[in-house]
């Protein structure tokens, strides 16, 4: 499909390299107008990066020539128009400006969420795809957060997808004491290819989409109104009437799309990522801690939090769902008895004597793996491994299909097969999440 690839000759005038104090003159009608701010995930600095949680223990620095490199105007534009998408890519010296400022003075932070998105991409990818969108709006995160899942604005958004908790509940994102489900990645993600379908269905051009995904759909539509109607309207063609940082989102959105696409043209080395590329999830049946399941599972609580940022206590309450490895997936499903038997909020046994969650993760016998891994590897005797190895054979020996019934999901068949949803999608041939009365699925 052929692209126009316009280069927007704007008449922007900047008074120096910062973006927040500037004044600018925007196209023939010369208004006067306050510089953009840079979307708040571009004001994050390395250190903080490193710092957060999914970050911290999964990245190192890369290896390679870190360099500067610059081009003209003429090699940008044709790299923005090899970008296959559907959402215009047009250079300008507003988005100039912003691939500036990512290829020299971000180059470091953008070698960083080039390491992360190594695991965040495909989930993305998955829900976009989902909703038919396009591809290329994986990387409104980077803008929104820098990819960190427990980043929260000065407005109080949060999340990789940077949901306010109005908006998360309107597309179903739960928050309470122990979860908010706006940093899981998994399900934000469905949130928000759902509100971006909505948008784009509301506005009919992604570059208005994308702007009222950051200040709200009114104010596009007021800016709309102010600039003489909808026919027509574009990003470019109300940029005057947006709100002060929504001038600088479309741009840094562009600029974003093209860095993470070209950055090996500009000299940047992608942090090397250790966060598990292959993960699966369960639903637990009974209210369970990381410590709990970090002493079984073959992985550590720091590893189980980068992975299941949506639980803001190291608790996971009955029927939610737990990421992991996919290799600790058996080892849940084999030592479940086991990983369940402390009550997670006032350490009572199942037997109802009273005891620590410490003290039964202190009793459990554990071998320390090489001081270059931070997981611990649970051994138990033999004949307690055969009876669970017993166990999960007769599990397996179970019927292979099973009848779907009205308000089945994928999940509660999951749960009840003691399986997973990707199996079960895996199995079926089943994309999504549909699934409808009377259908047959395969679960062993």
Same mark, same amino acid.
């Not at 940047?268 to 993960?279: D, G, M, Q, R």
């Given at each position: 499909?052929?692209?126009?690839?316009?280069?927007?000759?704007?008449? #922007?005038?900047?008074?120096?390299?910062?973006?927040?104090?500037?004044?600018? &003159?925007?196209?023939?009608?010369?208004?006067?107008?306050?510089?953009?701010?840079?979307?708040?995930?571009?004001?994050?600095?390395?250190?903080?990066?490193?710092?957060?949680?999914? !970050?911290?223990?999964?990245?190192?620095? $890369?290896?390679?020539? !870190?360099?500067?490199?610059?081009?003209?105007?003429?090699?940008?534009?044709?790299?923005?128009?090899?970008?296959?998408?559907?959402? *215009?890519?047009?250079?300008?010296?507003?988005?100039?400006?912003?691939?500036?400022?990512?290829?020299?003075?971000?180059?470091?932070?953008?070698? =960083?969420?080039?390491?992360?998105?190594?695991?965040?991409? /495909?989930?993305?990818?998955?829900?976009?795809?989902?909703?038919?969108?396009?591809?290329?709006?994986?990387?409104?995160?980077?803008?929104?957060?820098?990819?960190? /899942?427990?980043?929260?604005?000065?407005?109080?958004?949060?999340?990789?997808?940077?949901?306010?908790? $109005?908006?998360?509940?309107?597309?179903?994102?739960?928050?309470?004491?122990?979860?908010?489900?706006?940093?899981?990645?998994?399900?934000?993600?469905?949130?928000?290819?759902?509100?971006?379908?909505?948008?784009?269905?509301? &506005?009919? +051009?992604?570059?208005?989409?994308?702007?009222?995904?950051?200040?709200?759909?009114?104010?596009?539509?007021?800016? #709309?109104?102010?600039?003489?109607?909808?026919?027509?309207?574009? &990003?470019?063609?109300?940029?005057?009437?947006?709100?002060?940082?929504?001038? $600088?989102?479309?741009?840094?959105?562009?600029?974003?799309?093209?860095?993470?696409?070209?950055?090996?043209?500009?000299?940047?080395?992608?942090?090397?990522?250790?966060?598990?590329?292959?993960?699966?999830? =369960? #639903?637990?049946?009974?209210?369970?801690?990381?410590?709990? =399941?970090?002493?079984?599972?073959?992985?550590?609580?720091?590893?189980?939090?980068? =992975?299941?940022?949506?639980?803001?206590?190291?608790?996971?309450?009955? +029927?939610?769902?737990?990421?992991?490895?996919?290799?600790?997936?058996?080892?849940?499903?084999?030592? *479940?008895?086991?990983?369940?038997?402390?009550?997670?909020?006032?350490?009572?046994?199942?037997?109802?004597?009273?005891?620590? #969650?410490?003290?039964?993760?202190?009793?459990? /016998?554990?071998?320390?793996?090489?001081?270059?891994?931070?997981?611990?590897?649970?051994?138990?005797?033999?004949?307690?491994?055969?009876?669970?190895?017993?166990?999960?054979?007769?599990?397996?020996?179970?019927?292979?299909?099973?009848?779907?019934?009205?308000?089945?999901?994928?999940?509660?068949?999951?749960?009840?097969?003691?399986?997973?949803?990707?199996?079960?999608?895996?199995?079926?041939?089943?994309? $999504?999440?549909?699934?409808?009365?009377?259908?047959?699925?395969?679960?062993?």
């Amino acid at each position: 499909m052929n692209k126009k690839i316009v280069v927007t000759c704007l008449s #922007i005038m900047f008074a120096s390299l910062s973006f927040a104090q500037d004044e600018v &003159f925007m196209g023939d009608d010369s208004v006067k107008v306050d510089a953009f701010d840079m979307p708040e995930g571009m004001l994050i600095s390395e250190e903080e990066l490193m710092k957060d949680p999914s !970050n911290i223990n999964n990245l190192s620095e $890369g290896t390679g020539s !870190n360099r500067v490199l610059s081009y003209d105007d003429s090699v940008l534009v044709s790299r923005l128009s090899r970008i296959p998408t559907t959402i *215009e890519m047009p250079l300008n010296d507003v988005t100039r400006k912003f691939i500036d400022t990512y290829s020299t003075r971000m180059k470091g932070s953008v070698a =960083i969420m080039l390491g992360s998105a190594n695991f965040y991409n /495909p989930i993305f990818e998955e829900a976009l795809e989902r909703y038919g969108l396009p591809l290329e709006l994986r990387y409104l995160p980077v803008i929104e957060s820098a990819l960190r /899942p427990t980043a929260t604005s000065r407005a109080g958004a949060a999340g990789l997808w940077q949901f306010m908790i $109005g908006t998360g509940k309107r597309y179903g994102l739960e928050v309470n004491t122990l979860v908010d489900e706006r940093r899981d990645p998994i399900k934000s993600s469905e949130a928000a290819a759902h509100y971006l379908s909505d948008l784009y269905d509301m &506005f009919g +051009d992604w570059s208005l989409a994308i702007a009222a995904y950051n200040c709200g759909e009114g104010n596009v539509q007021k800016a #709309i109104t102010r600039s003489g109607g909808q026919e027509g309207a574009d &990003f470019w063609s109300i940029y005057n009437r947006l709100p002060r940082e929504t001038r $600088g989102y479309v741009p840094a959105f562009i600029a974003a799309t093209y860095i993470m696409n070209y950055y090996c043209e500009h000299g940047i080395v992608p942090h090397e990522a250790t966060l598990p590329l292959e993960s699966d999830t =369960i #639903i637990v049946a009974r209210e369970v801690s990381f410590a709990q =399941i970090a002493s079984k599972c073959h992985i550590s609580v720091d590893e189980l939090r980068a =992975i299941n940022p949506q639980y803001r206590k190291d608790i996971v309450p009955a +029927d939610y769902t737990l990421r992991l490895p996919a290799g600790s997936i058996e080892d849940f499903l084999l030592y *479940e008895d086991s990983i369940y038997g402390v009550n997670v909020r006032n350490g009572m046994l199942a037997s109802g004597t009273r005891r620590s #969650i410490t003290e039964d993760i202190e009793s459990t /016998p554990v071998e320390q793996t090489p001081a270059s891994t931070t997981r611990n590897v649970y051994t138990n005797n033999k004949k307690s491994r055969s009876t669970r190895s017993t166990r999960t054979r007769n599990k397996q020996q179970q019927a292979r299909n099973v009848s779907v019934k009205s308000g089945d999901t994928l999940s509660s068949i999951a749960k009840k097969n003691g399986t997973t949803v990707s199996k079960l999608r895996q199995l079926n041939g089943i994309k $999504g999440d549909i699934i409808r009365p009377g259908q047959k699925v395969r679960v062993k």
